[in-house]
């Protein structure tokens, strides 16, 4: 059954799978290419099976689109070599690239976003503050899943995991990597909370999606 946003989510995807096509033929590491955009390969595939019975909300939509787009650049250059990155540095007179704690944000932003709209529509939690103490705590969870899983790969690859890695010769970078996965849930939650209320409430009103 096609819905006023089949069209611009169709749109999405396609965009989607461009990009990913287009940052992976001449990626700057093809393993790090790879590791970087394979969330998005996972991703893509569940959402569209989803969609019809558990559509998710426009704004999260938005935000999954925009951190693909954070993770294929990452993956494209390597974090530690974005252009972006060495301009944020030299504006804010950094000595590192920090174009990896953006991705790192996105990675606690929108799991936030996620977790909170599949626990208030699957009446999983009641009350505002244990709500927002879950969703943290899966942000974390997801966080410190991502840096187990950076050090299984940094041991299997050696030398070679250093551009996945990113850590650019900080001690610690896993730690503000979670930092900034926190920051980042914090800021979804306090941001886009009464918003993201309004849109799960117009498409329980209207049984369909928004």
């Given at each position: 059954?096609?819905?006023?946003?089949?069209?611009?989510?169709?749109?999405?995807?396609?965009t989607?799978l461009?990009?990913l096509?287009?940052?992976?033929?001449?990626?700057?590491?093809?393993?790090?290419?790879?590791?970087e955009?394979?969330?998005i390969?996972?991703a893509?595939?569940?959402?569209?099976?989803?969609?019809r019975?558990f559509p998710?909300t426009?704004?999260l939509?938005?935000?999954i689109?925009?951190h693909?787009?954070?993770?294929?650049?990452?993956?494209?250059?390597?974090?530690?070599?974005?252009?972006?990155?060495?301009?944020?540095?030299?504006?804010l007179?950094?000595?590192?690239?920090?174009y990896?704690k953006i991705?790192h944000?996105f990675?606690?932003?929108?799991?936030?976003?996620v977790?909170?709209?599949?626990?208030?529509?699957?009446?999983y939690?009641?009350?505002?503050?244990?709500?927002?103490?879950?969703?943290?705590?899966i942000?974390?969870a997801i966080?410190?899943?991502?840096?187990l899983?950076?050090?299984?790969?940094?041991?299997?690859?050696?030398q070679?995991?250093d551009?996945?890695?990113?850590?650019?010769?900080?001690?610690w970078?896993?730690?503000?990597?979670?930092?900034?996965a926190?920051?980042g849930?914090?800021?979804?939650?306090?941001?886009?909370?009464?918003?993201h209320?309004?849109?799960?409430?117009?498409?329980?009103?209207h049984d369909?999606v928004?």
């Amino acid at each position: 059954m096609s819905t006023p946003r089949t069209k611009p989510l169709l749109f999405a995807s396609a965009t989607v799978l461009l990009f990913l096509v287009l940052s992976g033929i001449q990626p700057y590491d093809r393993m790090t290419w790879a590791l970087e955009v394979f969330p998005i390969v996972i991703a893509l595939p569940v959402l569209w099976m989803t969609y019809r019975r558990f559509p998710l909300t426009t704004l999260l939509y938005v935000f999954i689109f925009l951190h693909t787009l954070v993770l294929m650049v990452g993956g494209a250059y390597t974090y530690a070599r974005v252009p972006l990155g060495f301009q944020l540095a030299e504006l804010l007179g950094m000595h590192r690239n920090p174009y990896d704690k953006i991705g790192h944000f996105f990675q606690g932003f929108v799991p936030a976003l996620v977790a909170r709209e599949i626990l208030i529509r699957g009446e999983y939690v009641r009350g505002r503050k244990m709500l927002a103490f879950i969703v943290i705590c899966i942000v974390l969870a997801i966080s410190a899943t991502y840096e187990l899983i950076e050090w299984g790969v940094a041991l299997a690859m050696g030398q070679d995991a250093d551009a996945f890695l990113g850590t650019q010769g900080d001690p610690w970078d896993t730690q503000s990597d979670m930092c900034f996965a926190l920051i980042g849930a914090v800021a979804a939650l306090l941001l886009l909370s009464r918003i993201h209320d309004r849109q799960m409430q117009y498409m329980n009103s209207h049984d369909a999606v928004c």
